[in-house]
């Protein structure tokens, strides 16, 4: 029972344009969402989070939308770049816990 | 700061053999947790602690131990390695206050032949 989906297995953009990636979720009591990047051989880092009660939180190039209706969270990243090739975890928590439930993630190929 | 280190990197066992998988952090950190990363499956937590001397199980325990002694250090135990136990194991940890990020090691990759 998969609470965290991420459909799309891989991604190809150009470099400057935009990147959106998708995260969908069944559980409606996830209050927290986290975005993870993570290159080969290295631990997953954090990107960006949005708490439940907003539907949009933006840091530089990276914007994460939040449709709580349609319980589908996004992470556009613009413009992209090459050093954004890796793979990206969407991640939920429920309130007063510090679990984490990912997503089995999106390859990302930014090509020059 | 150091942050999340974990040691070996790399590790091969043989079936039934058992091995201790290092994670310490320097942040003073509460919460802490393993996860380990399959092909497809993404990340799932093993066990985790919310503090000294506390912890609990995640969504696939079976076939790992932990102990929490110190609020620096949190090992995880592979009693008997069977081949499903190959794995990239990832140590993180947090405050440990709600809505909280979390910080990830570098990861230990392990081998069961």
């Known amino acids: 029972d998969q609470q965290v989906k991420q459909n799309s297995p891989s991604l190809s953009v150009q470099e400057g344009r935009i990147s959106i990636l998708n995260c969908d979720y069944t559980?409606?009591?996830?209050?927290?969402f986290l975005w993870y990047k993570k290159y080969p051989a290295e631990g997953p880092t954090f990107l960006i989070s949005?708490?439940?009660?907003?539907d949009k939180n933006e840091d530089g190039r990276f914007t994460v939308f939040l449709n709580k209706s349609a319980k589908h969270l996004s992470l556009h990243i613009v413009p992209s770049q090459p050093g954004d090739s890796a793979v990206y975890f969407c991640?939920?928590?429920?309130?007063?816990?510090?679990?984490?439930?990912f997503g089995t993630g999106t390859r990302l190929k930014v090509l020059a | 700061n150091a942050g999340v280190t974990q040691t070996p990197k790399f590790q091969v066992l043989k079936t039934g053999q058992s091995m201790t998988l290092q994670c310490a952090q320097d942040?003073?950190?509460?919460?802490m947790s393993w996860y380990r990363q399959d092909p497809g499956m993404g990340l799932r937590l093993i066990h985790y602690s919310v503090g000294a001397g506390i912890t609990d199980q995640g969504e696939v325990p079976n076939g790992y131990n932990v102990s929490r002694s110190t609020t620096e250090d949190f090992p995880l135990r592979l009693l008997s390695a069977a081949p499903s136990q190959t794995s990239v194991y990832f140590c993180?940890?947090?405050?440990?206050?709600?809505?909280?990020?979390?910080?990830f090691g570098p990861g230990t990759r392990l081998l069961v032949l």
């Open positions: 942040m003073n950190h509460e919460y």
């Open positions: 949005i708490s439940s009660i907003k």
């Open positions: 559980n409606s009591m996830f209050d927290y």
């Open positions: 993180a940890s947090s405050y440990g206050t709600d809505q909280e990020t979390q910080y």
């Open positions: 991640a939920a928590t429920l309130p007063g816990t510090y679990k984490y439930i």
